[in-house]
Antibody, heavy 121, light 110 residues
Framework: QLQLQESGPGLVKPSETLSLTCTVS??????????WAWIRQPPGKGLEYIGS???????FYNPSLTSRVTISVDTSKNQVSLKLRSVTAADTAVYYC?????????????WGQGTLVTVSS | QSVLTQPPSVSAAPGQKVTISCSGS????????VSWYQQLPRTAPKLLIY???KRPSGIPDRFSGSKSGTSATLGITGLQTGDEADYYC???????????FGGGTKLTVL
């Protein structure tokens, strides 16, 4: 059973870099021909796509965040990472990592439980 | 302002049927597959429908999806109180080269 677990600081200061890690268990990232994504949800609001990483190494980012975000994979640790630079209070959200299922479209079957990151001094 | 448009809320009685609409454009729904998610309070989203009308293993057939042109619809029959949740549609947007979501619809089972 594939499991995803997000981890990282729950509090980040404005202008600093938010760094989160998604640890994958139950499958090897390097052997999986799937897309991995980060999605966030501000308190009381809807889902927002941050970006995704394909098994071939291609990355796709939300145009509104592309100048500040980097998604990468560490196959040796079976982890997917997110870095969001120059954060502001608007970046306060629950951050989810997710993996695509077997379908053709952009859909996410597996999700982590999410981690709340608050941006505040 | 979300790229995909959903009604903020819908409601129906237990046992009844409800539909939730998702409207987009040719750059997203019109030319890409649609998925639907259910989010219960304080939990991660759960995939209900993918590729417009397919259900992942374990999702009951009370949930169905359809697409026509630049709009998609989620249908739920035999409503249960446990279906009270927020529902989101999502798809790829070829113009943005990004996944886009609707703003979410809160389902109340009266």
């Amino acid at each position: 059973q594939l499991q995803l677990q997000e981890s990282g600081p729950g509090l980040v200061k404005p202008s600093e870099t938010l760094s989160l890690t998604c640890t994958v268990s139950g499958d090897s990232i390097s052997s999986s021909p799937y897309y991995w994504a980060w999605i966030r949800q501000p308190p009381g609001k809807g889902l927002e796509y941050i970006g995704s990483l394909s098994y071939s190494g291609s990355t796709f980012y939300n145009p509104s965040l592309t100048s500040r975000v980097t998604i990468s994979v560490d196959t040796s640790k079976n982890q997917v990472s997110l870095k969001l630079r120059s954060v502001t209070a608007a970046d306060t959200a629950v951050y989810y990592c997710a993996r695509k299922g077997d379908g053709s479209g952009s859909q996410y079957l597996y999700w982590g439980q999410g981690t709340l990151v608050t941006v505040s001094s | 302002q979300s790229v995909l448009t959903q009604p903020p809320s819908v409601s129906a009685a237990p046992g009844q049927k409800v539909t939730i609409s998702c409207s987009g454009s040719s750059s997203n729904i019109g030319n890409n597959y649609v998925s639907w998610y259910q989010q219960l309070p304080r939990t991660a989203p759960k995939l209900l429908i993918y590729d417009n009308n397919k259900r992942p293993s374990g999702i009951p057939d009370r949930f169905s999806g359809s697409k026509s042109g630049t709009s998609a619809t989620l249908g739920i029959t035999g409503l249960q109180t446990g279906d009270e949740a927020d529902y989101y549609c999502g798809t790829w947007d070829s113009g943005l080269s990004a996944v886009v979501f609707g703003g979410g619809t809160k389902l109340t089972v009266l």
